[in-house]
Antibody, heavy 116, light 106 residues
């Protein structure tokens, strides 16, 4: 059974940092591109970052480039998102997903709240 | 950035009826379009990839069509569990983008 489980969310002050993790079972992430997507409260979906299957390339939405870093740990079959210099507008549920001709399957999400 | 515009914003229908959702791209994206369903309080779920291919486990009542800039998701015979928000997503160019969503309500 394919499963993606995110963790690492929580309450953080503006300017702070968080590291999100996504542990995957049921497929080998090194064979696929992987992605992070977020959803602000009551809003739509926004793609955040992507890492290619060979980790040679990473892509970011403009609003997080230079602050967020996507990475993979193939040995642990896990995906990560290091988020620095967090802003109030980064408040959202963060989902990880496989990126293969469309995003899916998806994890259940982890909530990040940036507030003082 | 490729902008995806979904219409209508809300679709009010009854169980058993046919739903037709539209997604228009600001420039040609060939067939690099996916559709996702999001039920309240749940994560999104991939329904359709490459404009017209159903993802694993998706019922046959869901179908997608279109190419270039105009795409349609059709749900033939709404079931109670189909009342949800639907998003289109393009992968033709970076940044990958989503439409703003169409809510299918009873």
């Amino acid at each position: 059974e394919v499963q993606l489980v995110e963790s690492g969310g929580g309450l953080v002050q503006p300017g702070g940092s968080l590291r999100l993790s996504c542990v995957v079972s049921g497929f080998t992430i090194s064979s696929y591109s992987m992605t992070w997507v977020r959803q602000a409260p009551g809003k739509g979906l926004e793609w955040v970052a992507n890492i290619k299957e060979d980790a040679s390339d990473t892509y970011y939405v403009d609003s997080v480039r230079g602050r967020f870093t996507i990475s993979r740990d193939d040995a642990k079959n896990s995906l990560h998102l290091q988020m620095n210099s967090l802003r109030a507008e980064d408040t959202a549920v963060y989902y990880c997903a496989r990126d293969l001709r469309g995003f899916g399957p998806w994890g259940q999400g982890t909530l990040v709240i940036v507030s003082s | 950035e490729i902008v995806l515009t979904q219409s209508p914003a809300t679709l009010s229908l009854s169980p058993g009826e046919r739903a037709t959702l539209s997604c228009r791209a600001s420039q040609s994206i060939s067939r690099y379009l996916a559709w996702h369903q999001q039920r309240p309080g749940q994560a999104p779920r991939l329904l359709i990839f490459d404009a017209s291919n159903r993802a694993t486990g998706i019922p046959a009542r869901f179908s997608g069509s279109g190419s270039g800039t105009d795409f349609t998701l059709t749900i033939s015979g709404l079931e109670p569990e189909d009342f949800a928000v639907y998003y289109c997503q393009q992968r033709a160019d970076w940044p990958q983008t989503f439409g703003q969503g169409t809510k299918v309500e009873i």
